[in-house]
């Protein structure tokens, strides 16, 4: 990746901070910016815990960690980022943020600079369109946890040069990646396909198909998914998992992408998942229970 020196990556939360590490860790001098100085310790606290139970895995050793660690910087200036030979976008799902993001990174970085976008659910083409260069802009879809999932997903939108295109898919390779090619949908390949899987356990749930558990327990043992849907739910997060829906509904207009009504009184209640303790499952005990607010 000889094009490839250095990395930029806005947004240091569960996702930016993913990336950031597994850059670092593969030998990118890695710049990361948050807006706040709060979430930036955090997503570089998260980054360093993640090296120390590497370390005590026996993974890595103090001495690479403290290497990666020496890649990695934090700022809170996206001028910090202008010398970056690639910048990858990771911040909330929402397209005018996103917009805004890009038009100052357009004016901060070169001409040669590439920008990807890990957006899950827009298209890169709407993004692409805010910058002048969308010759240079590229989808690259990590996932959750960034460090321990293979898979990215490669997107190239209809302006995307070849060039930018090859860049991208190789550097997702010197990650240790398994990249894919996508064309440009919301959703791309894996949420175009798991989205409507998870809303319709909902609806199968609201409709007495099944109770939470069961649904899980059928689609763990049936199908041998590591996880049910109510679970990967609450992994994902019900507020992510509901804004990506409405955006994906937008789109295509079709049932099986519309957040069901449970899912979107949930999150109204501010029940978002793991992060918040409770989700379909009340995660307050030492085992997981069905939620009572499911459950009235």
Do not use: W
């Not at 403290?66 to 990695?72: A, Q």
């Not at 590229?138 to 060039?163: C, I, R, Y």
């Amino acid at each position: 990746m000889a094009d490839i020196q250095k990395v930029g990556v806005v947004g240091c939360g569960l996702m930016g901070s993913g990336i950031a590490q597994v850059c670092a860790q593969a030998g990118y001098e890695t710049t990361v910016r948050e807006i706040a100085e709060q979430p930036l310790e955090k997503g570089l606290s998260s980054i360093e815990k993640n090296l120390d139970r590497a370390v005590q895995k026996e993974k890595i050793d103090e001495s690479e960690k403290d290497e990666i660690l020496g890649r990695l910087e934090g700022t809170l200036e996206l001028d910090d980022l202008a010398d970056c030979d690639l910048v990858i976008e990771a911040v909330i799902e929402d397209i005018e943020i996103k917009e805004e993001v890009f038009g100052k990174l357009d004016q901060v970085c070169g001409p040669d600079t590439i920008f990807a976008s890990n957006t899950s659910s827009l298209t890169i083409t709407e993004m692409a369109a805010s910058t002048d260069r969308p010759d240079r802009f590229v989808g690259l879809h990590f996932f959750n946890p960034v460090p321990v999932m293979k898979l990215v997903e490669v997107v190239a939108q209809g302006a995307t040069s070849d060039e930018a295109f090859d860049a991208a898919y190789e550097f997702a390779e010197s990650l240790g990646k398994k990249p894919v090619t996508c064309r440009d949908n919301s959703g791309f390949i894996v949420n175009r396909l798991l989205v409507p899987y998870m809303m319709d356990a909902i609806r199968a749930y609201e409709e007495g198909i099944g109770s939470i558990r069961d649904i899980d327990k059928a689609m763990e043992l049936g199908t041998g998914y590591p996880m049910g849907p109510f679970t990967l739910a609450d992994f994902v997060g019900l507020e992510t998992l509901l804004k990506i829906g409405d955006i994906m509904f937008d789109e295509y207009r079709e049932k099986r992408y519309a957040p069901p009504p449970l899912l979107r009184r949930m999150v109204t209640a501010g029940h978002y998942g793991r992060k918040s303790g409770q989700g379909f499952y009340d995660y307050s005990g030492e085992e997981p229970e069905v939620a009572d607010f499911v459950l009235r």
